[in-house]
């Protein structure tokens, strides 16, 4: 039983990662455009 739990947390914690870091890119990726279509720079 605790070598399911130890998998699983092991499992979950990459899957999470890839999840957070798309959200980010995809933030990124919509205040790109949005700064392109106002003509003005990101930072």
Known sequence: MQTLIYGTYIL???TITLAVL???CS???KDIRA???EKR???
Request: glycine share 0%.
């Open 22 to 24: 798309l959200l980010i």
């Open 27 to 29: 933030a990124v990726r």
């Open 35 to 37: 700064a392109k279509r």
């Open 41 to 43: 720079d990101l930072v």
């Open 12 to 14: 979950i914690w990459p």
